[in-house]
């Protein structure tokens, strides 16, 4: 039997020193093509809305962001089925959302959080002009060269891909070749 397990973005918070690089990221590879959201802080005419969280305590600093949960609660506590898996990632499809927080809830590292969305530069209104509100997670850039902005725009190196997959086929060669080399 095999396991196909989901990757994620991981934080270290020795290295990171809440520079918010990251959110900053985010917040423009996913808002470039609909928000004209460009390279220069000038260009935001919308909330900058990330798909990670920041968290800093005295102690610490560090992302927090969705770990694609092979069993999602999120994903289960979906009543609208707004959250779907494709491949190995746990996306949010915002037409779907209607905002009522059961993923908020659901989720166990605090991953998700119910934001405004922009639409052509503007804040995306209901008929009532109240904004809609969504779910919104990490979804690993899941269409964008290059993989997590977030990943890749760390100057600390604070963040890394993890393919669980890769790294449990890692162990368990450096333990098979351990185990062999230990009955010669």
């Given at each position: 039997m095999t396991n196909k397990y989901s990757c994620y973005v991981l934080a270290d918070p020795n290295k990171c020193t809440g520079c918010k690089a990251?959110?900053?990221?985010?917040?423009?590879?996913?808002?470039?093509?609909?928000?004209?959201?460009?390279?220069?802080?000038?260009?935001?005419?919308?909330?900058?809305?990330?798909?990670?969280?920041?968290?800093?305590?005295?102690?610490y600093c560090m992302p927090i962001q969705c770990r694609h949960c092979e069993d999602a609660?999120?994903?289960?506590?979906?009543?609208?089925?707004?959250?779907?898996?494709?491949?190995?990632?746990?996306?949010?499809?915002?037409?779907?959302?209607?905002?009522?927080?059961?993923c908020v809830l659901a989720c166990p590292f605090g991953a998700i959080a119910i934001l405004p969305i922009g639409e052509k530069g503007k804040l995306k209104l209901q008929k009532d002009r109240e904004v809609v509100k969504v779910a919104s997670k990490c979804d690993l850039c899941k269409d964008i060269e290059g993989g997590p902005a977030c990943v890749r725009v760390c100057p600390n190196d604070a963040l890394e891909l993890v393919d669980a997959n890769a790294d449990i086929e890692a162990k368990n060669i450096k333990t098979a070749e351990g185990l062999y080399v230990s009955r010669i």
């Open positions: 990251c959110e900053l990221a985010c917040f423009a590879e996913h808002n470039k093509s609909n928000n004209g959201v460009g390279y220069t802080v000038g260009t935001v005419t919308i909330p900058v809305t990330p798909k990670l969280y920041l968290t800093k305590t005295k102690a609660p999120c994903l289960n506590a979906c009543q609208k089925h707004a959250i779907y898996r494709e491949n190995s990632q746990v996306i949010v499809d915002q037409e779907k959302c209607i905002g009522c927080k059961d």
